[in-house]
């Protein structure tokens, strides 16, 4: 075939397929029109809610600050004060109306203090579950490592060391030793291991604590428990 035959060729398949598409669009013009106008909707829809969900979870920030500084105000007040009862109920409202909120930040936040207040007022199962279950739904953020090195706490002050030994390890074995509570997770792991009669494991843990954090104070409570055993 010529150059000039293939160009002519492909020029009229070019123009074939032009106007099957024109032939097409003239068909179906206005089925097309009301898709496009319901993909229209659905976008302004879609942006409508999303423009919702921010401003509802900036509420919830917003809120969840208040309730922090309402908490934060009530430990400074004391149980003494007049007023402390009514703004004791007020807190605790605030903070179980957020925290059935959802699972973003500002409802754990909400339950995590939960577990606080209920640790506070010695509520020590209540505490427990309130913590196990933000680990539970913040295991990827540290709100995770702190709810279960405080449920871990909480099981000891149920007198379940077995439960708390468990905990504590698993603030290491999950989020290692670059979490916050790693240094008092293994001091505190240790300290169960000797309770519990298995010394040798308990110097190894108070040694990898005294070589991992050499500057922290639990470093140093392992160490002088170290010269002990």
Do not use: C
């Not at 917003?62 to 400074?76: F, M, N, P, R």
């Not at 579950?129 to 680990?135: A, C, G, H």
């Not at 540290?142 to 439960?163: F, H, I, K, M, Q």
Request: aromatic share 8%; proline share 1%; charged share 25%.
């Amino acid at each position: 075939m010529s150059k000039n035959n293939k160009e002519s060729a492909e020029l009229t398949l070019a123009e074939r397929i032009e106007g099957t598409l024109n032939s097409f669009l003239a068909k179906n013009k206005m089925i097309l029109i009301i898709v496009a106008a319901v993909l229209v909707v659905a976008l302004i829809a879609l942006g409508i809610v999303t423009s919702v969900n921010q401003k509802n979870l900036q509420a919830q920030f917003d809120q969840v600050d208040k309730l922090e500084s309402s908490y934060a105000e009530l430990q400074i007040l004391g149980s003494e004060d007049a007023t402390y009862q009514a703004k004791y109920d007020e807190l605790l409202a605030g903070l179980q109306d957020l925290a059935g909120k959802g699972k973003k930040y500002p409802s754990l936040k909400a339950e995590y203090l939960l577990g606080m207040v209920a640790f506070e007022k010695e509520e020590h199962q209540k505490a427990l579950d309130s913590f196990i279950s933000v680990y539970n739904k913040a295991s990827d953020m540290y709100l995770g490592s702190l709810s279960l090195t405080n449920a871990a706490v909480s099981a000891e002050e149920l007198g379940n060391d077995s439960l708390a030994l468990e905990y504590y390890t698993k603030v290491i074995d999950e989020f290692g030793m670059s979490a916050a509570e790693a240094p008092k997770a293994l001091f505190a792991q240790a300290r169960l291991q000797e309770k519990s009669g298995n010394t040798e494991l308990a110097k190894a843990t108070f040694q990898q604590l005294a070589d991992a954090f050499p500057t922290s104070e639990f470093a140093k409570l392992a160490t002088n428990r170290l010269a002990l055993l």
